[in-house]
T-cell receptor, first 114, second 108 residues
């Protein structure tokens, strides 16, 4: 079954802890993205990666970090420096530049900081 | 600044009535615009893009550069159209700018 798999679906974290969200794709897509979705704010880009071993900051990268060691994987770490981490996080991929193809999304991960 | 505005958070219409979900944008240059949809318990997915000029599930959207709008329309709403709709444009090569979304409720 091809697609994007995010895990875990739900995650609880205590303040001051780092947490890593997993995103795996088997679509052979070059580009991968992380978005944050908050009520009334739409989707905001955190980080994106065009190819392996390369990534760029999006609009709200502060307090987050990523890696792209494999084409299939683009994990997101929410660090303790992120002031308001409770949110719904969406991972996406595209075959290449978004101008050449649509974004395919995962089911999302909901992070709650206690 | 590049921006996508969806002025309605919630739009309720009766089944069989026409639907128009509004989207306005600000962008310097020639925009590429899209509508994405998220049905209940499903992933966010592409509905249509302006360059393909197609009709998907009865929905159409026309780019109006004069009014900087890309409104999504359907002549007769169906209950299965109830979903969250996001308008988006591409900035540069890799970046989508999404609107805040409009929840469409089609009432029986």
């Amino acid at each position: 079954d091809g697609g994007i798999t995010q895990s875990p679906k739900y995650l609880f974290r205590k303040e001051g802890q780092n947490v890593t969200l997993s995103c795996e794709q088997n679509l052979n897509h070059d580009a991968m993205y992380w978005y944050r979705q908050d009520p009334g704010q739409g989707l905001r880009l955190i980080y994106y990666s065009q190819i392996v071993n390369d990534f760029q900051k999006g609009d709200i990268a502060e307090g987050y970090s990523v890696s792209r060691e494999k084409k299939e994987s683009f994990p997101l770490t929410v660090t303790s420096a992120q002031k308001n981490p409770t949110a719904f996080y969406l991972c996406a991929s595209s075959i290449g530049p978004v101008q050449t193809g649509e974004l395919f999304f995962g089911e999302g991960s909901r992070l709650t900081v206690l | 600044a590049q921006r996508v505005t969806q002025p309605e958070k919630l739009l309720s219409v009766f089944k069989g009535a026409p639907v128009e979900l509004k989207c306005n944008y600000s962008y310097s240059g020639s925009p590429e615009l899209f509508w994405y949809v998220q049905y209940s318990r499903q992933r966010l997915q592409l509905l249509l893009r302006h360059i393909s000029r197609e009709s998907i599930k009865g929905f159409t959207a026309d780019l109006n550069k004069g009014e900087t709008s890309f409104h999504l329309k359907k002549p007769f709403a169906q209950e299965e159209d109830s979903a969250m709709y996001y308008c988006a444009l591409i900035q540069g090569t890799y970046k989508y700018i999404f609107g805040t979304g409009t929840r469409l409720k089609v009432l029986a």
